[in-house]
């Protein structure tokens, strides 16, 4: 029901696990993303995410509600840092890649005069994402490095 956007029902869903078991921290963590997905409650759907992370620290759930929070509350870069975490915990679970997904929606564009939809902040944008990535940033640099060695042998 969450995913389908029915976010009433898919909280009366959750309360319903939560009510037969209270340490259920799935649950916990999609009972938050209803709460703030269905009139903003953002607040509240912060604490339910907290409560989801010190119910299964080891779990991504907690953190990928924890982020989606943020997302949707404004605070990008918290968010962010969340989804990173979960990503840590469970690198191939989708719920983070649809997280990273509102990530990519809500923040603002490379070049903020132009369309998000515009060829170059479409470019920029996917660079921008690659290059967040340490690995694909240490990549480019020795790329980079290379190529400077390689062109002042071939100059001199």
Same mark, same amino acid.
């Given at each position: ?29 999609? #009972?938050?993303?209803?709460?703030? @997905? &269905? %009139?903003? /409650?953002? $607040?509240?759907?912060? =604490? ?22 943020? #997302?949707?509350?404004?605070?990008? @870069? &918290? %968010?962010? /840092?969340? $989804?990173?975490?979960? =990503? ?69």
């Amino acid at each position: 029901h969450l995913y389908a956007g029915d976010h009433e029902e898919a909280e009366r869903r959750f309360r319903e696990i939560i009510k037969s078991d209270p340490q259920d921290f799935d649950a916990m963590a999609g #009972l938050a993303v209803c709460v703030a @997905e &269905d %009139g903003g /409650r953002f $607040l509240t759907a912060e =604490k339910l995410a907290r409560k989801a992370v010190r119910m299964g620290r080891k779990c991504p759930a907690g953190y990928i509600a924890l982020g989606y929070v943020n #997302l949707r509350g404004g605070r990008l @870069e &918290d %968010g962010y /840092r969340y $989804l990173m975490k979960a =990503k840590h915990l469970a690198p191939k679970d989708p719920r983070v890649q649809t997280g990273f997904a509102l990530y990519d929606r809500e923040r603002p564009p490379v070049i903020s005069d132009l369309s998000r939809l515009h060829p170059v902040n479409r470019v920029l944008g996917g660079t921008r994402a690659y290059l967040e990535s340490p690995t694909n940033r240490a990549f480019a640099l020795a790329a980079l490095t290379g190529g400077l060695v390689l062109a002042s042998t071939l100059l001199v």
